[in-house]
T-cell receptor, first 110, second 114 residues
Framework: AQRVTQPEKLLSVFKGAPVELKCNYSYSGSPELFWYVQYSRQRLQLLLRHISRESIKGFTADLNKGETSFHLKKPFAQEEDSAMYYCALSGFQGAQKLVFGQGTRLTINP | EADIYQTPRYLVIGTGKKITLECSQTMGHDKMYWYQQDPGMELHLIHYSYGVNSTEKGDLSSESTVSRIRTEHFPLTLESARPSHTSQYLC?????????????FGQGTRLTVV
């Protein structure tokens, strides 16, 4: 079974502070992990994926298979980072359904 | 322009009515999904499809049904709407032929059953 857990529903940090959004997953096969973001009044969109090892808008995420985690990090938060963030999981090359965690609402305080 | 479209954006309907939420994509994607987004913003997978004539139920039990007769079209139907069906419904699609399998989302349909 595929399962994604985001333990924090709400996270509030000050501008310029580091941010870490936690994500843990459960999956017996080879996972593909993603972070999606939903800004106010915009569509849900992909932020980054583990397979490409990219940094988008200053965010990075490392897949830790030993801890089954895929935490999202940014060293210096900006006000425009305020949004709803979802961790998502599918099987290798999208072979399985795409399931999401519960989401974390990130608020950056000025 | 290649995109994924959902209609209507907003729908207010009475209890017992039959409704169909439309979802179409012009990206040639094989996989399509329906999610229900609750007031706390949690996303629940209710239906998905790997291609034409393929439909599967998701993790959240739903009284809705779906069909996939054409690649680009994935409508969701409620035979008899109830207030408990009030929610935001999101449609998405992805292409398993691509290595990155990014899912693209529509703007959503906000359904209110009174």
């Amino acid at each position: 079974a595929q399962r994604v857990t985001q333990p924090e529903k709400l996270l509030s940090v000050f501008k310029g502070a580091p941010v870490e959004l936690k994500c843990n997953y459960s999956y017996s096969g080879s996972p593909e992990l993603f972070w999606y973001v939903q800004y106010s009044r915009q569509r849900l969109q992909l932020l980054l994926r583990h397979i490409s090892r990219e940094s988008i808008k200053g965010f990075t995420a490392d897949l830790n298979k030993g801890e089954t985690s895929f935490h999202l990090k940014k060293p210096f938060a900006q006000e425009e980072d305020s949004a709803m963030y979802y961790c998502a999981l599918s099987g290798f090359q999208g072979a399985q359904k795409l399931v999401f965690g519960q989401g974390t609402r990130l608020t950056i305080n000025p | 322009e290649a995109d994924i479209y959902q209609t209507p954006r907003y729908l207010v309907i009475g209890t017992g009515k039959k409704i169909t939420l439309e979802c179409s994509q012009t990206m040639g994607h094989d996989k399509m999904y329906w999610y229900q987004q609750d007031p706390g913003m949690e996303l629940h997978l209710i239906h998905y499809s790997y291609g034409v004539n393929s439909t599967e139920k998701g993790d959240l039990s739903s009284e809705s049904t779906v069909s996939r007769i054409r690649t680009e079209h994935f409508p969701l139907t409620l035979e008899s709407a109830r207030p408990s069906h009030t929610s935001q419904y999101l449609c998405a699609s992805s292409d398993t032929a691509r290595w990155d399998t990014e899912a693209f989302f529509g703007q959503g349909t906000r359904l209110t059953v009174v």
